[in-house]
């Protein structure tokens, strides 16, 4: 299933998407009510949703679904900066967050890691969520739903205390 607020992207999408036999958009929508009518109907697998809709937000529609029950794992694809709006939309549900400027071969690469259960994020952003993890203080239990090891992070942190203080110049 499909959400987004604009008919040309939907059609995009929804092309790209029909090229490859993995993958069949049974229903869009282009509004937080109208996707949840649909996906009660439909009950898909899988929902893309855009982060700006007509009336609402990609997050209020993920929340929205978890309350209702609606088991289709979700991932956002948006035009928006991943580090502004990706943590809220995996709090709320997301399992994978990819910009639109990143195309269609990263979005199927996306849908196939969290139909087979995983959580998909851009490498540049997960670096950022690995290095914002690795910070004294950050709590490791945040890294689980992201697929981060505990090792990971620790690592990481040793690292941070080894790296010289370099003097100005």
Do not use: W
């Not at 209020?60 to 943590?87: N, Y």
């Not at 139909?115 to 910070?135: C, H, K, N």
């Amino acid at each position: 299933m499909l959400v987004e607020d604009h008919p040309l992207t939907r059609l995009g999408v929804t092309r790209a998407l029909s090229n490859d036999a993995r993958f069949e958009v049974c229903a869009q929508a282009e509004d937080v009510e109208g996707a949840i009518q649909e996906a009660e109907k439909t009950r898909p697998d899988m929902i893309i949703v855009d982060m700006t809709l007509k009336q609402g937000t990609g997050i209020e529609l993920i929340a929205q679904l978890r309350k209702r029950g609606i088991p289709a794992q979700t991932l956002v694809f948006t035009m928006h900066d991943e580090s502004l709006f990706a943590e809220d939309a995996m709090r709320a549900g997301a399992r994978g967050y990819v910009n639109k400027k990143a195309g269609i071969r990263t979005l199927i690469e996306a849908l196939i890691r969290v139909v087979d259960g995983g959580i998909y994020l851009e490498p540049a952003f997960m670096d950022q969520v690995v290095r914002r993890l690795s910070q004294k203080g950050a709590g490791t239990e945040c890294a689980r739903p992201l697929k981060i090891s505990r090792r990971t992070i620790l690592s990481r942190r040793r690292k941070r205390r080894r790296r010289p203080i370099s003097s100005p110049r």
